[in-house]
């Protein structure tokens, strides 16, 4: 009975929708703009006569013209060519008509008593598919001012790839017919509802932008913490795809134009910059996931070029994107996790809103994957929380909190580098302060012995250091020149203990050799050290101890010295003695590997048949010292010349 009693009720319909449904009448309305959601004559397929105003439509089904032909059972799936037709009466004192057409889905062209209005993307028989975009106005020819009654006519063509899931026709209401001024003055209105509608995307797009730029702005702030810059490129991509969306909901796109650039480059864009600044930040290694993340993204970008939704099965398609952007998400929940665990404090701040986003983004492709294979229709491919005051979908508050928790955690992680920095700086300049016992500020007044030094660390603190030490009851001097194994704070540091250990010893004995044993017993489990010790006599006798440092040079000639084992390797090794007579006008350059080692932008080593000619040609210590320097300096430099002038000559 209730079946009888429905399909009654459609017959009453339909006949009343025969009689008058598909002709609005402006004659009778007060406003001078009628709205078109009534019924339109449709008609699948595709005939030039059916244009044609006389042509008799009175067998052709209704739909209603503010919806999807799929509202209609019947017509669900239906893709390809079919025709709308409705009439509209026209007052004689309206002159001036104007047609304001909806987004009608895919292609179509627009007819006025058989005269061709416009069109919206490109037809068969080679069609193009288009989106986006606001109402459309045709504005017809002027008429004289008497009643008439204008057919419009509208074929459509709709995209196969679309119709599983849309079907063709209007897809945002119905449209408007009326005096021009009019109908320009409601599609503004119109315009500034669905600017509106829009606005949570704008927002977020701005957001991502905002934050982008930040994020630079730290990474140029401190160019060495690459996570700064790799964290603006996932910003500047996901912004783009925010004003890509806005764009497509305000301007003509071909479809397939639209989905590979946002899919194929974008898409790709994002992952691939997640995976750096995860990989970054939370000190990834190049496990085999790692590689199968990278390798997914990048075969996506290729994936999406060919198969982006240009065929009819898009369940396929979206299948496909599902199964490359898996890995990526895999990979970065896994190495999070693993780091949390480990008690990294990055991790673990950025664990809840990371799975938060990864969840919901898994969620919404799951949703578009089974609403195109037609397990469900209450999710799409916005998940939509609210459509009031404005539209806002899940991704987009989920992003949200994701780009605010970001960017407190990488300003948090900045102010704590930086207290870090400002740390390290008070100990470096605690450093600096204590390095004035490894070089002497003043060479000491020794009788018959000339000194020139040069001391050029190569970072705030160096790890080399020469000390004269005279000894006032014989006139003779110690001399001790050495360099720690390292560079930086650490080697500083233990040059420090170094010359407090030389300098308490030399207060009991100023033989090298002791001295050599002295020193050797506090490095051993400390580190190691290069060392050459010798002591002068007032007579200009030359006591020489060396520790597995450069041997000195005697008049620009490179002395012969046993090699030994550094400072620290071992305890109670024996360190080779070598006596040697100076007479006046002898010279002892002695210096670190650091002018040896100077290195230019080739890598071409400053070497030691350089420093041996520049020896020969009596070069000064300051002068050696810059030549290294210019040549490229990579080590601390250590350059002390002694020249003997015998006993009349001060320093």
């Known amino acids: 009975m209730n079946r009888i009693a429905r399909l009654l009720l459609w017959l009453v319909i339909a006949a009343a929708g025969t009689l008058q449904a598909q002709t609005y009448d402006l004659t009778n309305d007060r406003m001078p703009v009628v709205y078109l959601s009534g019924f339109w004559r449709f008609h699948t397929g595709d005939d030039p006569s059916w244009a044609n105003p006389n042509l008799d439509d009175s067998h052709w089904a209704l739909l209603h013209g503010d919806r999807l032909w799929n509202a209609a059972p019947e017509y669900a799936g239906y893709s390809g060519l079919a025709w709308y037709r409705f009439k509209v009466k026209i007052p004689a004192k309206y002159d001036q008509i104007s047609l304001d057409l909806p987004h009608i889905l895919t292609c179509y062209e627009v007819y006025a008593d058989g005269k061709l209005l416009g ?14 975009g606001f109402n459309k106005i045709y504005v017809l020819p002027r008429s004289p001012h008497v009643e008439r009654t204008i057919v419009f006519s509208i074929r459509v063509w709709h995209w196969p790839a679309l119709s599983r899931f849309y079907g063709g026709g209007p897809l945002y209401g119905g449209g408007l017919v009326g005096k021009t001024e009019d109908v320009n003055a409601m599609d503004e209105q119109l315009r500034g509802d669905r600017h509106w509608v829009f606005s949570s995307t704008l927002i977020l797009a701005l957001l991502q932008t905002l934050a982008a730029a930040g994020s630079l702005a730290l990474f140029l702030l401190r160019r060495s913490e690459r996570e700064y810059l790799w964290f603006s490129l996932v910003l500047v991509s996901s912004a783009c795809v925010s004003w890509l969306a806005l764009s497509y909901y305000f301007n003509v796109w071909p479809m397939v134009t639209h989905n590979q650039i946002e899919a194929a480059l974008l898409g790709p864009c994002i992952n691939l910059a997640e995976i750096a600044f995860y990989y970054t930040l939370l000190k990834g290694e190049r496990t085999p996931l790692f590689w199968v993340a990278v390798s997914a993204s990048i075969l996506s970008i290729f994936y999406n070029f060919i198969f982006g939704m240009q065929g009819s099965n898009t369940s396929t398609w979206f299948l496909g994107q599902d199964l490359f952007m898996l890995p990526v998400y895999v990979w970065i929940l896994a190495l999070l996790f693993a780091r949390a665990y480990q008690n990294f404090e990055d991790a673990r701040l950025l664990l809840a809103p990371v799975v938060l986003q990864k969840a919901s983004l898994l969620f919404q492709q799951f949703s578009i994957l089974t609403f195109t294979l037609g397990w469900q229709q209450r999710f799409d491919f916005r998940i939509r929380l609210t459509d009031w005051p404005f539209r806002i979908e899940l991704v987009q ?11 407190a955690i990488l300003i948090l992680r900045f102010t704590r580098t930086r207290s870090h920095e400002e740390l390290y700086a008070i100990e470096v300049e605690g450093a600096r302060s204590v390095q004035q016992f490894l070089i002497p500020q003043q060479m000491p007044h020794i009788d018959g012995l000339v000194f020139q030094s040069e001391y050029r660390p190569a970072r705030e603190v160096g790890g080399d250091f020469f000390q004269v030490i005279p000894d006032r009851i014989d006139g003779s001097a110690l001399i001790v020149v050495g360099d720690v194994a390292g560079k930086g704070l650490q080697a500083g540091m233990l040059a420090t203990l170094i010359v407090g250990a030389l300098r308490t010893a030399a207060t009991f004995t ?14 051993c489990d400390r580190g190691n050290a290069t060392c050459l010790a010798l002591k002068i006599t007032a007579s200009g006798v030359v006591t020489l101890v060396n520790a597995g440092h450069l041997p000195p040079y005697l008049n620009g000639s490179e002395m012969i010295v046993e090699g030994s084992l550094p400072l620290g390797t071992l305890p109670g090794i024996d360190f080779p003695v070598l006596h040697l007579q100076l007479r006046d ?45 210019s040549f490229g300096q990579t080590d601390d430099i250590t350059v002390l010349e002694i020249v003997r002038a015998g006993s009349a000559v001060t320093a």
């Open 119 to 132: 069109s919206y993307g490109k037809m068969p028989p080679h069609p193009v598919p288009y989106s986006g």
């Open 397 to 407: 508050v989920v992003d949200v909190i994701f780009l605010m928790t970001m960017l």
């Open 510 to 523: 100023t033989d090298p050799e002791q001295i050599m044993h002295t020193l050797n017993n506090r490095l």
């Open 585 to 629: 006008g002898d010279s002892l350059m002695l210096m670190s590997d650091g002018i040896a080692e100077a290195q230019n932008q080739s890598g071409r080593l400053f070497g030691f048949s350089r420093v041996n000619e520049l020896l020969r040609s009596r070069i000064s210590a300051n002068d050696l010292a810059n030549a290294a320097q």
